[in-house]
Nanobody, 121 residues
Framework: QVQLVESGGGLVQAGGSLRLSCTTSGGTLSVYVMGWFRQAPGKEREFVAKITWTGWTSSYADSVKGRFTISRDNAKNTVYLQMNSLKPEDTAVYYC??????????????WGQGTQVTVSS
């Protein structure tokens, strides 16, 4: 069973950058379309970005387009999210999951613990 593990979050000032990582303690991520989701306080979890298993194609939510970049290293079984020009509204817990490419909904029923990103103004 795939158990997702996210890391790399922290506290950063607006305009700053962070790089999140996602790996698994069991199974492989390389056969899946992978993505990042986030959940801000009092809000539902939302799609942020996804990347195909080859790493050749990615797509983003409009709110992060041009600022965030998703990538993957299948040899390391790891997916990354480079976040630049961070805004206070990016504050959330960030999660990775496999993504249904048609619906953009998460594929695995279970989630990791997530990683907190806090952007101060």
């Amino acid at each position: 069973q795939v158990q997702l593990v996210e890391s790399g979050g922290g506290l950063v000032q607006a305009g700053g950058s962070l790089r999140l990582s996602c790996t698994t303690s069991g199974g492989t991520l390389s056969v899946y379309v992978m993505g990042w989701f986030r959940q801000a306080p009092g809000k539902e979890r939302e799609f942020v970005a996804k990347i195909t298993w080859t790493g050749w194609t990615s797509s983003y939510a409009d709110s992060v387009k041009g600022r965030f970049t998703i990538s993957r290293d299948n040899a390391k079984n790891t997916v990354y999210l480079q976040m630049n020009s961070l805004k206070p509204e990016d504050t959330a817990v960030y999660y990775c999951n496999a993504v249904d490419p048609g619906t953009l909904k998460p594929y695995f029923a279970s989630w990791g613990q997530g990683t907190q990103v806090t952007v101060s103004s």
